[in-house]
């Protein structure tokens, strides 16, 4: 299996998977972890990909991983009809009856029929024009309403007919191919929960369907478990973090009579909740809020598409009415008002968007907004965090110096024996490069009790005599070692940009340990693609010391980094970036990156950042994969580029069109048929998706 640890202390381990795990697959790990003797707890979440154990020696925790290790994952099953049924339309989204009508029973019906037929189908577009009409309002419905009332007053039912009808089809897919788009976004973004837990009148708890949940029943939710509807607390205790929800940062208790919403998740502790909401209405009412607040935060380039529509519907009164003031011909005249910009401009630049959003969302990639889309495709800078970001955040022990009196495997031994007492990532380090070395550290090498000092080191006894481990100040300062024997050997792992730890034995330093921050195996790629991709700069903010941030800068092939910094002067260093007329995308994941993710042009963090960090970001790359960025920026950039080329087909072939009818080469009724199948074209172009494997236009 593809595990990623997230939490490891001493006695306790969680692994989480890029996927969920399926019903069976999260009893099959629970069964096989429960067997290992050494492992005292198991919890499995299959909604988070989850794997918690208790542990209580190393053995069992190298038995557990090995059984994971052997375990093949399976396809996660399909989602069944009843989890569908909130987002499936009620009506059928495509009406065809007016064509068919049109085409094959309006030959065969009387002529008076079809004149009434027409008249009584023109009342909703005449009524919605003299509507904005009346609001001062000049554009699109106007156009259309004038253009089938002056068919209308030649006496031509028959172009009329056809203008309705075309208008009809264009709203049906306007609303039908935009309704679309917003249900399958909607459809990747919801939450499928298909069964839960509840609590029997015997205290036990069984799984059942979430669809055949009764009213007096008690949903059970426990450590790592998504709360899959809105209700009470009933019994039990637990830590919830619903920053979803509220944006709050940290895990908030619930007791007794306290509120929980569907789609948080419990951390700690278990609660027995009163569902008071279906889960269809809990998730759907996120998804909608999701959805219609990317809507409202239009890009630029829709807002201006959208001026640049209503800003022309004059310009065409302007020229219909120039046309029957010099040709006193209402056809032509009605031409010219039949054919429109608008319409395609208005409606394509949305879908593209959208569009683009959705393809996002499958590619791991969850966009917060089309403007935020629009800023990731004018970036020129990218800024990143360094720990956690670039890098692992996972120390590493890469050297071990010996003085010359112990062996290095000695060395490591012993300092593994020492830190194997604490929950430090740094002792975490040591440990592990022990046991991969193949040196058993699990023995009593010293003969009184291992003591930490905080901040410091540690200190303890091997062979009657005082051992100690820790930091320079530590060894050097309190307790009056001389380190300068190793001169050399520190210098060189400090330009390295390394930590270290310094060992003494009896008075005298015996070693050097080197630990450092490894970055991630894919960054160097990633600052490539980022520098191919045509970003003038790539800059790194660190609170690291400026030898570490140097050393990893090199490294990765970063242009620039600046160290020592505070969340606010990463903050301020962004803001400097804009003012210099850089569009800057900005990379973290943790609570100190907040500040610069909210200054930044885009905001960008990770499916594994903090929570807040993800609730302020733009952007989530929700695989927790940093090759995901170029992915995203290429994106929307494709995005972007096929609403130029919208933009071109529409005016270009609209003004053709217009030529045809102020040359009377094309009747009123052709000018509508090619303006709507124009409308209909860039919009199906906008639709179509594969922003990333495609044509980009």
Not at 358 to 366: A, F, S, V
Not at 595 to 614: H, K
Request: hydrophobic share 40%; proline share 4%.
């Amino acid at each position: 299996m593809n595990l990623t640890v997230v939490h490891h202390i001493p006695g306790r381990i969680r692994w989480r998977s890029a996927n969920c795990f399926t019903r069976s697959l999260a009893e099959t790990i629970a069964e096989k972890l429960d067997a290992i003797t050494g492992v005292e707890g198991v919890r499995v979440s299959p909604r988070c990909g989850s794997i918690l154990i208790t542990y209580s020696t190393e053995k069992g925790l190298l038995s557990a991983v090995d059984a994971l290790a052997g375990i093949r994952t399976e396809a996660a099953p399909p989602r069944p009809a009843s989890a569908q049924r909130g987002l499936a339309p009620k009506d059928p989204d495509y009406n065809w009856w007016p064509l068919e009508r049109y085409v094959f029973v309006r030959p065969l019906l009387p002529t008076l029929w079809n004149t009434i037929h027409t008249a009584i189908g023109s009342i909703p577009f005449i009524g919605r024009g003299i509507s904005e009409l009346l609001k001062g309002k000049l554009n699109v419905e106007v156009l259309d309403a004038s253009a089938v009332g002056i068919s209308l007053l030649m006496r031509d039912f028959g172009t009329a007919g056809l203008v309705i009808l075309l208008l009809g089809l264009g709203d049906m897919l306007e609303k039908a191919t935009k309704k679309k788009s917003r249900d399958s976004l909607a459809e990747q973004l919801t939450v499928r929960v298909n069964t839960v837990w509840v609590r029997e009148p015997d205290g036990s708890v069984r799984q059942k369907s979430i669809q055949l949940l009764n009213d007096d029943e008690f949903i059970v939710a426990r450590s790592g478990a998504a709360i899959p509807v809105d209700g009470t607390v009933v019994s039990g205790e637990a830590f919830v973090n619903q920053s979803t929800m509220t944006g709050e940062p940290l895990p908030v208790r619930k007791a007794k009579g306290m509120p929980v919403f569907a789609g948080t998740v419990v951390e700690e502790g278990e609660v027995d909740i009163r569902p008071t909401g279906s889960v269809e209405n809990s998730r759907l009412n996120q998804i909608a809020r999701f959805i219609d607040e990317s809507e409202r935060q239009k890009s630029g380039i829709e807002s201006r598409m959208d001026h640049l529509a209503d800003a022309i519907v004059p310009f065409n009164f302007l020229l219909a009415g120039l046309v029957f003031l010099f040709t006193r011909n209402l056809t032509r005249t009605a031409s010219v008002l039949l054919v429109d910009y608008s319409c395609a401009l208005r409606l394509s630049t949305p879908l593209c968007v959208l569009s683009a959003m959705k393809e996002g969302t499958r590619e791991n990639i969850l966009v917060k907004g089309g403007r935020h889309l629009e800023s990731l495709a004018e970036a020129d800078v990218v800024v990143f965090d360094k720990t956690g970001t670039l890098t692992q955040a996972t120390p590493r022990l890469t050297d071990v110096v010996s003085a010359g009196e112990w062996s290095e495997d000695e060395l490591l031994k012993v300092a593994a024996c020492l830190e194997e007492h604490f929950p430090h990532p740094v002792s975490h380090s040591i440990v592990k490069a022990a046991r991969e070395a193949g040196l058993d550290h699990l023995i009593e090498a010293h003969d009184s009790e291992v003591k930490y000092v905080v901040a410091h080191g540690i200190r303890s006894r091997v062979e009657g005599r005082d051992i100690i481990l820790g930091s320079r100040h530590f060894v050097e300062e309190d307790e009056n070692v001389d380190v300068s024997v190793m001169t050399d050997d520190i210098i060189r792992l400090s330009d390295q940009g390394k930590s270290i730890l310094y060992m003494a034995h009896a008075g005298k330093l015996i070693g050097i340990f080197g630990v450092e921050d490894p970055p991630k195996e894919n960054a160097v790629d990633v600052i490539r693609e980022l520098k191919g991709l045509g970003i003038k700069k790539v800059v790194m903010l660190t609170g690291d010391d400026p030898r570490t941030a140097a050393n990893i800068a090199a490294r990765l092939g970063i242009d620039e980094f600046r160290a020592q910094m505070l969340p606010e002067s990463k903050a301020e260093a962004v803001k400097a970036l804009r003012a210099a007329g850089y569009k800057v995308i900005m990379v973290g994941d943790g609570i100190n990156d907040t500040p610069a993710l909210t200054s930044s042009d885009v905001g960008v963090s990770l499916r594994d950042g903090t929570d807040i960090a993800q609730e302020v970001a733009d952007v989530v790359l929700t695989a927790n994969n940093l090759a995901d960025l170029p992915k995203a920026i290429r994106l929307a950039r494709s995005a972007m580029a096929r609403v130029q080329t919208n933009f071109k087909a529409s005016v270009g072939l609209n003004t053709l069109f217009l030529a045809g009818g102020l040359t009377n080469v094309l009747t009123p009724a052709a000018g509508a048929l090619l303006h709507n199948g124009t409308t209909i074209g860039v919009c199906v172009n906008s639709m179509r998706g594969n922003y990333l494997t495609g044509n980009a236009s």
